[in-house]
Nanobody
Framework: QTQLAESGGGSVQTGGSLTLSCVVS??????LGWIRQAPGKEREVVAA????????FYPDSVKDRFTISTDNAKRTAYLQMTSLKPEDTAMYYC????????????????WGQGTQVTVSS
């Protein structure tokens, strides 16, 4: 079993920045992803990283604005978000242990409870 706990969400204005954290406990993982879900929309994987921290993936919607990283000594993953837009408003989850494509949120086995990010215009 792998447990994940997110923190760092909050409210910011357009153009602002936030860094989310995800503490991982229990078993290790192969890939960790950050997935968001806005009201009325499907979940979207916004970043993924391998255990070694040297392979990263981003969709075009957040590329060059979001950065995923890991600190294995602290068993913590981060999502640094810059140039935030109102459309980034969502609940953000970290999830681990991937089967299949990093783009498919359904492929992540273990999930945290989520942290809310709200971007106002």
């Amino acid at each position: 079993q792998t447990q994940l706990a997110e923190s760092g969400g909050g409210s910011v204005q357009t153009g602002g920045s936030l860094t989310l954290s995800c503490v991982v406990s229990g078993n290790s993982y192969n890939y960790l992803g950050w997935i968001r879900q806005a009201p009325g929309k499907e979940r979207e994987v916004v970043a993924a990283i391998n255990r070694g921290g040297n392979v990263e993936f981003y969709p075009d919607s957040v590329k060059d604005r979001f950065t995923i990283s890991t600190d294995n000594a602290k068993r913590t993953a981060y999502l640094q978000m810059t140039s935030l837009k109102p459309e980034d408003t969502a609940m953000y989850y970290c999830a681990a242990e991937l089967v299949g494509s990093w783009k498919l949120y359904s492929g992540y086995k273990y999930w945290g409870q989520g942290t809310q990010v709200t971007v106002s215009s």
